[in-house]
Protein backbone atom coordinates (compact mmCIF):
# COMPACT_ATOMS: atom_id res chain seq x y z
CA UNK A 1 0.00 0.00 0.00
CA UNK A 2 0.72 3.74 -0.80
CA UNK A 3 1.76 6.16 2.06
CA UNK A 4 3.32 9.54 3.08
CA UNK A 5 4.68 10.92 6.48
CA UNK A 6 5.25 14.23 6.89
CA UNK A 7 7.83 14.46 9.73
CA UNK A 8 6.76 17.78 11.10
CA UNK A 9 3.21 19.03 11.54
CA UNK A 10 4.70 23.10 11.77
CA UNK A 11 8.26 24.44 10.60
CA UNK A 12 9.07 27.99 11.25
CA UNK A 13 11.59 30.04 9.77
CA UNK A 14 12.41 33.75 9.38
CA UNK A 15 12.12 35.03 6.24
CA UNK A 16 15.03 34.69 3.59
CA UNK A 17 16.30 31.52 5.61
CA UNK A 18 16.03 28.16 3.79
CA UNK A 19 12.75 26.12 3.77
CA UNK A 20 12.99 22.55 4.37
CA UNK A 21 9.92 20.14 4.18
CA UNK A 22 10.44 16.65 4.87
CA UNK A 23 8.51 13.99 3.31
CA UNK A 24 8.74 10.14 2.79
CA UNK A 25 7.02 7.70 1.16
CA UNK A 26 5.97 4.16 1.07
CA UNK A 27 5.02 2.62 -2.51
CA UNK A 28 4.84 -1.00 -3.91
CA UNK A 29 6.10 0.29 -6.85
CA UNK A 30 7.60 3.50 -8.53
CA UNK A 31 4.84 5.86 -7.28
CA UNK A 32 4.30 9.90 -8.75
CA UNK A 33 4.92 12.33 -6.21
CA UNK A 34 3.74 15.58 -5.67
CA UNK A 35 3.75 18.32 -3.31
CA UNK A 36 0.65 20.81 -2.97
CA UNK A 37 0.10 23.79 -0.85
CA UNK A 38 -2.65 25.38 0.40
CA UNK A 39 -3.42 28.67 1.56
CA UNK A 40 -5.98 29.54 4.70
CA UNK A 41 -9.20 29.75 2.23
CA UNK A 42 -7.93 28.97 -0.48
CA UNK A 43 -7.78 25.66 -3.08
CA UNK A 44 -5.18 23.22 -3.53
CA UNK A 45 -2.21 24.59 -5.68
CA UNK A 46 0.39 22.44 -7.59
CA UNK A 47 3.67 23.22 -6.31
CA UNK A 48 5.54 20.13 -8.20
CA UNK A 49 5.61 16.75 -9.19
CA UNK A 50 7.71 13.76 -9.65
CA UNK A 51 7.01 11.09 -12.44
CA UNK A 52 10.25 9.20 -12.88
CA UNK A 53 12.15 11.68 -14.94
CA UNK A 54 14.48 13.84 -13.30
CA UNK A 55 14.88 13.36 -9.62
CA UNK A 56 15.46 16.92 -8.91
CA UNK A 57 12.28 18.50 -9.64
CA UNK A 58 11.93 22.20 -9.69
CA UNK A 59 8.11 23.69 -9.05
CA UNK A 60 6.79 27.10 -8.96
CA UNK A 61 7.69 30.30 -6.80
CA UNK A 62 11.57 28.64 -6.36
CA UNK A 63 10.59 25.34 -4.80
CA UNK A 64 12.40 22.23 -5.67
CA UNK A 65 12.56 19.12 -4.42
CA UNK A 66 14.45 15.64 -4.81
CA UNK A 67 13.34 12.53 -5.27
CA UNK A 68 15.60 9.64 -3.53
CA UNK A 69 14.68 6.42 -3.79
CA UNK A 70 17.43 4.77 -1.37
CA UNK A 71 15.75 6.77 1.33
CA UNK A 72 12.07 6.74 0.11
CA UNK A 73 12.45 10.73 0.57
CA UNK A 74 10.91 13.67 -1.58
CA UNK A 75 11.72 16.23 0.61
CA UNK A 76 10.80 20.30 -0.36
CA UNK A 77 13.40 22.87 -0.39
CA UNK A 78 13.44 26.29 -1.32
CA UNK A 79 16.77 28.89 -0.94
CA UNK A 80 14.99 31.57 0.67
CA UNK A 81 11.81 31.69 2.32
CA UNK A 82 9.18 35.14 1.80
CA UNK A 83 6.41 36.08 3.82
CA UNK A 84 3.79 34.83 1.57
CA UNK A 85 5.34 31.46 1.60
CA UNK A 86 3.16 30.49 4.66
CA UNK A 87 0.72 28.06 4.41
CA UNK A 88 0.00 24.67 4.48
CA UNK A 89 2.01 22.49 2.49
CA UNK A 90 1.27 18.52 1.60
CA UNK A 91 2.96 15.44 0.19
CA UNK A 92 1.16 13.65 -1.66
CA UNK A 93 1.74 10.18 -3.33
CA UNK A 94 -0.46 8.45 -6.21
CA UNK A 95 -2.46 5.86 -4.78
CA UNK A 96 -4.50 2.91 -6.53
CA UNK A 97 -5.71 1.94 -9.81
CA UNK A 98 -7.84 4.98 -10.53
CA UNK A 99 -4.98 7.52 -9.62
CA UNK A 100 -6.61 8.69 -6.25
CA UNK A 101 -4.07 10.59 -4.60
CA UNK A 102 -3.07 9.98 -0.81
CA UNK A 103 -2.41 12.95 1.16
CA UNK A 104 0.25 13.20 4.08
CA UNK A 105 -0.68 15.03 6.92
CA UNK A 106 0.35 18.57 6.04
CA UNK A 107 3.08 20.84 7.44
CA UNK A 108 2.42 23.90 8.66
CA UNK A 109 4.98 26.47 7.32
CA UNK A 110 5.11 30.12 9.40
CA UNK A 111 7.78 32.99 8.19
CA UNK A 112 8.42 35.33 10.77
CA UNK A 113 9.81 38.66 9.59
CA UNK B 1 -6.55 25.77 -19.06
CA UNK B 2 -7.82 22.84 -16.57
CA UNK B 3 -10.04 24.71 -14.69
CA UNK B 4 -12.04 22.98 -12.29
CA UNK B 5 -14.60 25.23 -10.29
CA UNK B 6 -17.55 24.09 -7.30
CA UNK B 7 -20.82 25.79 -6.03
CA UNK B 8 -21.56 26.82 -3.44
CA UNK B 9 -18.19 28.19 -1.76
CA UNK B 10 -19.81 27.91 1.75
CA UNK B 11 -23.13 26.88 2.47
CA UNK B 12 -25.41 26.63 6.25
CA UNK B 13 -27.87 24.54 6.15
CA UNK B 14 -29.88 23.17 8.81
CA UNK B 15 -29.78 19.74 10.44
CA UNK B 16 -31.78 17.12 8.72
CA UNK B 17 -31.56 18.93 5.50
CA UNK B 18 -29.86 17.99 2.49
CA UNK B 19 -27.52 19.81 0.68
CA UNK B 20 -25.89 19.41 -2.85
CA UNK B 21 -22.46 20.03 -3.77
CA UNK B 22 -21.31 20.52 -7.71
CA UNK B 23 -18.01 19.92 -9.25
CA UNK B 24 -17.46 21.09 -12.53
CA UNK B 25 -14.26 21.17 -14.78
CA UNK B 26 -14.60 24.22 -17.31
CA UNK B 27 -12.11 23.64 -19.97
CA UNK B 28 -11.72 19.45 -20.80
CA UNK B 29 -13.53 16.29 -19.83
CA UNK B 30 -12.98 14.58 -16.81
CA UNK B 31 -13.31 10.82 -16.97
CA UNK B 32 -12.72 10.92 -12.94
CA UNK B 33 -13.77 13.10 -10.53
CA UNK B 34 -12.74 12.79 -6.37
CA UNK B 35 -14.35 13.60 -3.51
CA UNK B 36 -12.17 14.53 -0.58
CA UNK B 37 -13.34 15.96 3.11
CA UNK B 38 -10.88 17.94 4.73
CA UNK B 39 -11.30 18.41 8.56
CA UNK B 40 -10.01 21.66 10.48
CA UNK B 41 -6.23 22.27 10.59
CA UNK B 42 -6.40 17.81 9.01
CA UNK B 43 -4.91 16.57 5.63
CA UNK B 44 -7.73 15.51 2.72
CA UNK B 45 -9.10 12.32 3.04
CA UNK B 46 -10.57 10.58 -0.26
CA UNK B 47 -14.20 9.94 0.34
CA UNK B 48 -15.06 8.46 -3.09
CA UNK B 49 -13.68 7.80 -6.65
CA UNK B 50 -16.26 8.62 -9.55
CA UNK B 51 -16.35 7.53 -13.28
CA UNK B 52 -18.73 8.89 -15.66
CA UNK B 53 -21.74 6.95 -15.83
CA UNK B 54 -20.90 4.29 -13.96
CA UNK B 55 -21.57 4.37 -9.65
CA UNK B 56 -18.83 6.24 -7.14
CA UNK B 57 -16.86 3.89 -5.62
CA UNK B 58 -16.48 4.57 -1.87
CA UNK B 59 -14.06 4.53 0.60
CA UNK B 60 -14.05 2.59 3.71
CA UNK B 61 -16.06 3.74 6.00
CA UNK B 62 -17.69 6.44 3.98
CA UNK B 63 -21.62 6.12 3.95
CA UNK B 64 -22.74 5.50 0.45
CA UNK B 65 -26.32 6.21 1.52
CA UNK B 66 -25.55 9.92 3.26
CA UNK B 67 -23.42 10.89 0.74
CA UNK B 68 -24.64 10.79 -2.58
CA UNK B 69 -22.09 11.25 -5.96
CA UNK B 70 -23.43 11.62 -9.43
CA UNK B 71 -21.13 11.90 -12.52
CA UNK B 72 -23.68 12.50 -14.73
CA UNK B 73 -21.43 13.82 -17.74
CA UNK B 74 -17.77 14.36 -18.65
CA UNK B 75 -17.81 17.99 -17.25
CA UNK B 76 -19.98 17.73 -13.88
CA UNK B 77 -20.34 15.80 -10.61
CA UNK B 78 -22.02 16.45 -8.02
CA UNK B 79 -21.87 15.27 -3.62
CA UNK B 80 -25.54 15.60 -2.44
CA UNK B 81 -24.92 15.18 2.22
CA UNK B 82 -28.35 13.84 2.93
CA UNK B 83 -29.82 14.50 6.29
CA UNK B 84 -27.00 16.87 7.56
CA UNK B 85 -25.72 16.59 10.90
CA UNK B 86 -23.27 19.28 12.40
CA UNK B 87 -20.69 16.07 12.31
CA UNK B 88 -20.82 16.31 8.50
CA UNK B 89 -19.50 20.14 9.07
CA UNK B 90 -16.43 19.97 7.12
CA UNK B 91 -14.58 21.26 4.03
CA UNK B 92 -15.39 19.44 0.68
CA UNK B 93 -13.29 19.58 -2.10
CA UNK B 94 -13.11 17.88 -5.19
CA UNK B 95 -10.87 17.21 -8.17
CA UNK B 96 -11.31 16.07 -11.65
CA UNK B 97 -8.55 13.92 -14.16
CA UNK B 98 -8.83 14.04 -18.01
CA UNK B 99 -8.73 10.88 -20.00
CA UNK B 100 -5.35 9.46 -19.88
CA UNK B 101 -3.97 11.91 -17.29
CA UNK B 102 -2.78 11.10 -13.87
CA UNK B 103 -2.77 14.51 -12.65
CA UNK B 104 -5.32 16.02 -10.53
CA UNK B 105 -6.96 19.56 -10.80
CA UNK B 106 -8.64 20.68 -7.87
CA UNK B 107 -11.50 22.99 -6.72
CA UNK B 108 -11.28 25.61 -4.24
CA UNK B 109 -13.62 23.52 -2.21
CA UNK B 110 -17.07 23.87 -0.38
CA UNK B 111 -17.15 24.76 3.31
CA UNK B 112 -20.56 23.24 4.82
CA UNK B 113 -21.86 24.10 8.14
CA UNK B 114 -24.48 22.43 9.98
CA UNK B 115 -26.38 24.00 12.91
Known amino acids: AQSVTQLDSHVSVSEGTPVLLRCNYSSSYSPSLFWYVQHPNKGLQLLLK??????LVKGINGFEAEFKKSETSFHLTKPSAHMSDAAEYFC???????????FGKGTKLSVKP | GAVVSQHPSWVICKSGTSVKIECRSLDFQATTMFWYRQFPKQSLMLMAT?????????EQGVEKDKFLINHASLTLSTLTVTSAHPEDSSFYICSAVSGGSYEQYFGPGTRLTVT
Open chain 2, 50 to 58: SNEGSKATY
Open chain 1, 92 to 102: VVTGGSQGNLI
Open chain 1, 50 to 55: YTSAAT
